[in-house]
């Protein structure tokens, strides 16, 4: 995933509200997540966490980010699963995609309810 490793140095800050933490729990030294995250800010324009004298607390700004950090994990775990899925079908199955959270429909038991429910 694009930019994966910066998206989860800034999610573990958030939750640790310590970079030394989040160090700590992700394996990573502490000076690298910090080097990221103050080229994040930078980039964006505005701080993301607010720096106190035990740790770090979101801005505004920050919480926005990883709502969004958030969503975007979250969706990709799925991209991930529905990949996996796609990987492990039986060749000839054939499926088609609804659209809705990834969830797959084998073109036979399509077939099956329309027979069945023409109405619908």
Sequence with gaps: MLHSRVL????EVARCGSIRAAGERLNV???AINKHILQL??????????RL?????????GEI?????????KEFSQVEA????????????????????GRRHRAEDCSAF???????
């Design 8 to 11: 989860r140095y800034i999610d």
């Design 29 to 31: 030294a502490p000076s």
């Design 41 to 50: 800010e930078e980039a964006i324009g505005e701080p993301l966490f607010e």
């Design 53 to 61: 004298p035990r740790g770090l607390r979101l801005t505004p700004a």
């Design 65 to 73: 980010l990883v709502a969004h950090v958030r969503r975007t994990i």
């Design 82 to 101: 529905d990949i996996r899925d796609m990987k492990t079908l039986q060749s000839g199955d054939h499926y088609r995609h609804d659209g809705r959270a």
């Design 114 to 120: 329309r027979h069945a429910s023409p109405e619908t």
